[in-house]
T-cell receptor, first 111, second 116 residues
Framework: QQPVQSPQAVILREGEDAVINCSSSKALYSVHWYRQKHGEAPVFLMILLKGGEQKGHDKISASFNEKKQQSSLYLTASQLSYSGTYFCGTESGGSGYALNFGKGTSLLVTP | GAVVSQHPSWVICKSGTSVKIECRSLDFQATTMFWYRQFPKQSLMLMATSNEGSKATYEQGVEKDKFLINHASLTLSTLTVTSAHPEDSSFYIC????????????FGSGTRLTVV
């Protein structure tokens, strides 16, 4: 079942922060976050495997609330290179470890 | 580590012909690979799970006779779009994982199929 992402689109000025949310109606084993630039394949950002887990790299971090079946991706002090479409992918079982992706959040960072 | 190679990057074919897309894991073995389809500005929709040495598992609504999947070795899965029609035009992407916790799922570069 496809997770729900919000917002659909965000426009930021360089240096501003953004939060992208992902929620599911099914119990989740894990949540993955990917960024895709136009015409390219998605690139792995991070995976959250356990409820309560928080993880970060550079100025991008994420949290996973297993009880609420939600995850959030935090982009701080955004850079122009952060522009792209962000997808959350969730594993709920039933298809091995196949991921079901949300519809994506389009992020544009302007100078 | 965890590189997935997909070929071709793009293909244009005539309606009614078949097209084969290859997905290779270059530096790891993948007993399972996944095939996705993506329409412009839309999400990745899982088509099927490819299992080495056994039949693929197709998602509901995906025609197994139209989208033939073969996973003959631990490093290669192929997707053949048979009797392609213009509505099959799309971006097809494969993925696999060497170590899910470390690398997540690595995607191939995708194949843009245009059926004319």
């Amino acid at each position: 079942q496809q997770p729900v992402q919000s917002p659909q689109a965000v426009i930021l000025r360089e240096g501003e922060d953004a939060v992208i949310n992902c929620s599911s109606s099914k119990a989740l084993y894990s949540v993955h976050w990917y960024r895709q630039k136009h015409g390219e394949a998605p690139v792995f950002l991070m995976i959250l495997l356990k409820g309560g887990e928080q993880k970060g790299h550079d100025k991008i971090s994420a949290s996973f609330n297993e009880k609420k079946q939600q995850s959030s991706l935090y982009l701080t002090a955004s850079q122009l290179s952060y522009s792209g479409t962000y997808f959350c992918g969730t594993e709920s079982g039933g298809s091995g470890y196949a991921l079901n992706f949300g519809k994506g959040t389009s992020l544009l960072v302007t100078p | 580590g965890a590189v997935v190679s997909q070929h071709p990057s793009w293909v244009i074919c005539k309606s009614g012909t078949s097209v084969k897309i290859e997905c290779r894991s270059l530096d790891f073995q993948a007993t399972t690979m996944f095939w996705y389809r993506q329409f412009p500005k839309q999400s990745l929709m899982l088509m099927a799970t490819s299992n080495e040495g056994s039949k693929a598992t197709y998602e509901q609504g995906v025609e197994k006779d139209k989208f033939l999947i073969n996973h003959a070795s631990l490093t290669l899965s192929t997707l053949t779009v048979t009797s392609a029609h213009p509505e099959d035009s799309s971006f097809y992407i494969c993925s696999a994982t060497a170590d899910r916790a470390l690398y997540g799922y690595t995607f191939g570069s995708g194949t843009r199929l245009t059926v004319v």
